[in-house]
């Protein structure tokens, strides 16, 4: 690899991070105080720095699938999927977020060819730190939903999908911890399958695998499992909330980066 292309991507590469990093911060000082103004004056100069940074990897073009996520991170929509109205500032973080883990991921993978002349949307790795690889593809395309759920005003739908994604990543993290830690950590002497999925969270907790994320998690979502039909389809029972769904998500992400510290 020519030598000029290496330092520049060594230097993407130190502002995609330095970005990421920012955004955690930001994201647990949002959900500690989400009316703090100085919090907030920093997530504006963040944001900012997001765009500045996005567009250089886009080459200026608006057409770019980085550059494309960058806008829509802002805008919620509605049912039709006409943009209604921006975005919850948590919310936002999130999905920027995501669109700087994706511009790192391309940046990683590069291989002699110009930043911005790669249109195509690269693989994403948010559950790389997922054991089982036949599961990781699976409960991406869950996440993905679960976002377009959200996005689209199906609350039930982004509520029952991040709950059964939470339940299958920490239960991928039991099933590789030693039965002696788990039963040392007050587990069942039941199989894992067998476990509630209060239960699941519990043990995971005791033993260390993540920390007090899921004390947010709301009843509706603790409660998620009896709200499905024999097929495991969500069967909706009531209206859940915006707030409900998103407080879900937020839980999601936090356990996500309890479960991969790399993050």
């Not at 991070?17 to 504006?44: E, F, H, K, V, Y």
């Not at 980085?66 to 006409?82: E, H, K, P, T, V």
């Not at 969500?234 to 479960?259: F, K, N, Y």
Request: hydrophobic letters at 40%.
């Amino acid at each position: 690899m020519d030598a000029n292309l290496q330092a520049q991507i060594a230097t993407y590469l130190s502002q995609l991070n330095g970005l990421i990093r920012r955004g955690r911060q930001l994201g647990d000082a949002l959900a500690t105080d989400a009316s703090d103004p100085s919090t907030m004056a920093a997530t504006r100069r963040w944001q900012e720095d997001c765009g500045v940074t996005i567009n250089q990897l886009s080459g200026g073009s608006k057409a770019h699938w980085l550059a494309r996520s960058f806008s829509q991170a802002f805008l919620m929509r509605a049912a039709d999927g006409r943009a209604a109205e921006g975005a919850a500032p948590d919310e936002i973080i999130t999905r920027l977020l995501h669109v700087l883990e994706q511009g790192a991921a391309l940046i990683s993978r590069m291989d002699g060819t110009v930043v911005a002349e790669s249109s195509e949307t690269p693989p994403p790795h948010r559950f790389d730190f997922v054991h089982n690889a036949e599961l990781r593809p699976v409960v991406e395309q869950a996440y993905i939903g679960s976002r377009r759920a959200l996005e689209q005003g199906h609350f039930d739908l982004a509520l029952h999908t991040c709950c059964g994604i939470l339940e299958a990543i920490v239960t991928d993290a039991l099933e590789h911890k030693s039965l002696t830690e788990l039963i040392a950590s007050g587990a069942p002497t039941e199989k894992i399958s067998d476990w509630s999925f209060e239960t699941r969270l519990i043990v995971a907790e005791r033993a260390g695998l993540i920390r007090g994320g899921c004390a947010r998690l709301p009843a509706v979502a603790r409660a998620y499992r009896e709200r499905m039909n024999a097929e495991g389809e969500s069967v909706p029972q009531g209206t859940v909330s915006e707030s409900d769904a998103r407080r879900t998500g937020q839980v999601l992400h936090v356990i996500m980066r309890d479960l991969d510290p790399g993050r």
